[in-house]
């Protein structure tokens, strides 16, 4: 436990953005395996909205520091791959 009066203020900082950062990731877990129902499900219409609030999610996440970019992007274009390749077999 922190003794001083700066590092329990710090403390209390890194616990609001630990349940933020943990919300988020939450959220975006659950965006993508709405987007994999969905296109497993073969309702692809759903998946492309499914797509795109993902992409805005992950984005952000990338923005705000939450995941490197990198790996949201690969992400994206792993899911955009996946839709691509649903409806070319439709």
Do not use: C
Request: charged share 40%.
């Amino acid at each position: 436990m922190a003794n001083h009066k700066s590092a329990e203020k710090r403390a209390r900082q890194a616990e609001r953005r630990r349940e933020r950062n943990r919300q988020a990731k939450s959220r975006i877990r659950s965006l993508e395996k709405e987007f994999r129902t969905a296109v497993a499900g073969g309702k692809l219409e759903e998946g492309k909205t499914e797509l795109r609030s993902v992409e805005g999610a992950l984005r952000r996440a990338a923005a705000k520091g939450l995941l490197p970019k990198r790996r949201a992007s690969r992400r994206i274009s792993r899911m955009a791959k996946q839709l691509n390749k649903a409806s070319a077999s439709k």
